[in-house]
């Protein structure tokens, strides 16, 4: 199995990115995605998560109503359109797959991508 994050980079405050993630080795439908994210001294933290066919999301406060997570099962990829940045979401954001279900922990994920880093200034 391999998860390939795409689309991070340096942006300013306010502005919006999209990373995506493109999976291989899996079926993709069967597996909820999450994306997490590790700031510089942090723990690695839940972001959002969908569910295998798209029809549940969920989102940690911190982005709700900012950030949209959505799949494309045709193309093997999860999306992750970041809007409205702030400094604060600063960190490498990591895709991540899962069997159970959305869940929030790192621990219950079972696939994990390499990471990208998004840098938002002020």
């Known amino acids: 199995v391999q998860l390939v994050e795409s689309g991070g980079g340096l942006v300013q405050a306010g502005g919006s990115l999209r990373l995506s993630c493109a999976a291989s080795g899996l079926t993709f439908s069967n597996y909820a995605m999450g994306w997490f994210r590790q700031a510089p001294g942090k723990e690695r933290e839940f972001v959002a998560a969908v569910s295998g066919y798209g029809s549940r999301t969920e989102y940690a406060d911190s982005v709700k109503g900012r950030f949209t997570i959505s799949r494309d099962n045709a193309k093997n990829t999860a999306y992750l359109q970041m809007n409205s940045l702030k400094p604060e979401d600063t960190a490498v954001y990591y895709c991540?797959?899962?069997?159970?279900?959305?869940?929030?922990?790192?621990?219950?994920?079972?696939?994990w991508g390499q990471g990208t880093r998004v840098t938002v200034s002020s």
């Open positions: 991540a797959a899962n069997f159970k279900g959305l869940r929030y922990r790192v621990p219950e994920y079972d696939y």
